[in-house]
């Protein structure tokens, strides 16, 4: 099997969820020309709204190379939302559960039939108080060494100024109408790492090389330099038993950029990556 078929269910999602879209947004979309034809491969994609899911599955639906994406398997359970993601193949990640490795096997199984499992690296929304990517997690870079497939980076900007993240429903905005970018990049180069052991130095090595294109992209898209240094979550939550500074850039919003001190012990330097070419 050389690629997937869209099928009823997801043709029956995008005759809801794409009219909308359409009219609350305008649309920058490039790139395209990156997603394969045929053949398994991933994407991994930055993720600032809870809106951007569907904004990334437009664009890519549109390719007609439709994306399975790894979600938290609360989503599968009963109802319209859950028979939509069974219905159109989405993957249920059962976090910190013995069922938890499954979802990489059917990750692994997807590509190997010549489709695309989506990744969003990070895990969460960005808990970067400006929406730069974050530490990523190592899912994606290991069943990229797992499969051999390409790994396609994808950034995207618009959603989160519409549904910012982690606001409430008085902090949505749908007008005046903003506009949804979203730039497909070239696959990442990793030939490098093929042939290594995947111990967990390697994989957050392949990891950082793949959030290193992301945030590249989502530079590009933006228009303006990525910060020098990624946010990382886990040291900033640490740092936030000490004081509410740190407090509020691990929860994001306005009160985080007034805590730049803690922001910047947060972030995590890819200087080094950027001047050895690790970034693609």
């Known amino acids: 099997m050389s690629r997937r078929r869209i099928g009823f269910w997801y043709r029956f999602a995008a005759v809801l969820a794409k009219p909308p879209l359409v009219v609350l947004f305008k649309r920058d979309w490039r790139g395209m020309e990156h997603i394969p034809e045929e053949g398994g491969f991933i994407t991994v994609v930055n993720h600032n709204s809870y809106l951007d899911p ?47 490795v499954s979802a990489f096997r059917a990750a692994v199984e997807a590509i190997d039939k010549g489709e695309c499992v989506a990744f969003y690296p990070e895990g969460t929304l960005t808990r970067d108080p400006d929406m730069w990517p974050m530490e990523g997690k190592t ?42 970018k979203v730039l497909a990049g070239p696959p990442v180069d990793l030939s490098r790492f ?9 994989l957050r090595e392949v990891t950082d090389v793949i959030m290193d294109a992301i945030t590249q992209l989502l530079a590009e898209v933006r228009g303006e330099p990525a910060p020098a240094q990624r946010y990382e979550r886990r040291r900033v939550l640490a740092q936030g038993r000490r004081g509410p500074a740190a407090k509020a850039v691990a ?9 730049g001190e803690e922001e910047a012990a947060g972030r995590r330097t890819v200087g080094r990556a950027a001047a050895e070419g690790e970034i693609a």
Do not use: C
């Open 139 to 180: 899912g994606a870079a290991r069943v990229a060494l797992i499969t051999g497939a390409p790994v396609i980076p994808v950034a995207q900007w618009g959603a989160n100024e519409a549904v910012p993240p982690y606001a409430g429903i008085k902090k949505v905005r749908f007008f005046p109408r903003r506009t949804l």
């Open 54 to 100: 569907l904004s990334y599955a437009h664009y890519q639906y549109n390719t007609g190379r439709v994306p399975r994406f790894l979600a938290k398997d609360s989503l599968f359970k009963g109802g319209f939302v859950g028979a939509v993601m069974r219905g159109t193949g989405q993957i249920p990640v059962y976090r910190e559960t013995a069922d938890a």
């Open 194 to 202: 093929y042939d290594r052991e995947p111990t967990a130095e390697l």
């Open 251 to 259: 929860g994001g919003g306005p009160a985080a950029r007034d805590a």
